[in-house]
């Protein structure tokens, strides 16, 4: 039999973690759906949060958790530090959000989502010290092409040559923010499209990373937690993505620069999240256009989710059918 070095996943299968992570963000969504539309996101946040902690303490890893809801104080938040799993199998680092769109639930909006990411320990950036980053994310093709130092026009041309469209083809997805109008303006004077978000830029910057979707580049100031987590998916789609941190006062930057983060310095891939071996995991709450959201079929709840890991770069979609009875009371009606 002839074999080659070029199959090594194939010749040396491994065991992949998100596979397991993919039920506790499928708990997250479940338990929050009954809230969706119903005006509390603090009540969707926690009941995503209680299902998100119990399901994590069953999947076989050491993790701890990088990016997660705050300080200790504010429990039942998965909190800065927290260990989390079995105690057994792989140390790791980990990115939670139980409800990427707090907001967008309790409005009964699109595109929210529950998401984890993992990447092998002490491989993210803990960004948690400065709220705020500059990003920009594309697919492959704007790789040694579109650079955040650019002007928005510049990478806007750039990346449509190198995709082989028009400049008036190009979507751009934005965080509809006052902060933005500028970009915006920018974006529309170098004549191409934009796709103004109300929340949840981790959803458009895996989008801007994917093959198949209509959005062509994510740019704007959001979280920097959220962009340390987009670069775990962006780096398993083999995608494109820099961020820049932008601190909101000069006591912001101070504590900062105390926690070893450079400012005026554009962090890569890499530097984001230095691991190979990243995850990605996101299951829908409300329908967007990466996944779609919790939908009850009658004694069925049905959860979409999404699989991403960089060692394989394999992007997996789960579809789960869910018996209704094992997951709510009676009394509890989905916010649908």
Known sequence: ???????????????????????????????????????????????????MRKFLGTVNF???????????DNAPMLFNGEQVGTGNGPMCDIAVDPIDGTSL?????????????????????????????????????????????????ENIRALAAAKGKRVDQMR???????????????????????????????????????????????????????????????????????????????????KGAAAGLKFDHVYEANELVSSDNTFFVATGVTDGELVRGVLRDGPMIRTESIVLRSRSGTIRRVVADHQVSKWLDENEVLGL
């Open 62 to 72: 050491t993790g701890v958790v990088v990016i997660g809801e705050g300080e200790k």
């Open 172 to 254: 751009i997805a934005v965080l509809d923010r006052p902060r933005h109008q500028g970009l915006i303006d920018e974006i529309r004077e170098a004549g191409a499209g934009t796709r103004l978000i109300l929340d949840g830029d981790v959803a458009a910057g895996i989008n801007a990373a994917r093959h198949d979707t209509r959005i062509d580049m994510a740019i704007g100031t959001g979280g920097s937690p959220e962009g340390v987590a987009t670069a775990c998916a962006v780096k398993a789609l083999g995608g494109f993505i820099q961020g820049r941190l932008a601190p909101g006062s000069d006591e912001e930057r101070e």
């Open 105 to 153: 639930t309790a409005a009964g909006r699109s595109h929210a989502i529950s998401m984890i990411a993992v990447a092998d320990r002490g491989t993210m950036l803990d960004a948690s010290s400065v709220f705020y980053m500059d990003k920009i994310v594309t697919g492959h093709e704007g790789i040694g092409v579109v650079d955040i130092r650019q002007s928005v026009g």
């Open 1 to 51: 039999m002839v074999t080659t070095e070029t199959g090594t996943l194939f010749l040396h299968p491994d065991r992949n973690l998100a596979m397991e992570l993919v039920r506790a963000t499928e708990a997250a969504a479940i338990r929050s759906a009954p809230y969706i539309g119903r005006g509390d996101k603090n009540a969707a946040d926690g009941a995503a949060v209680d299902a």
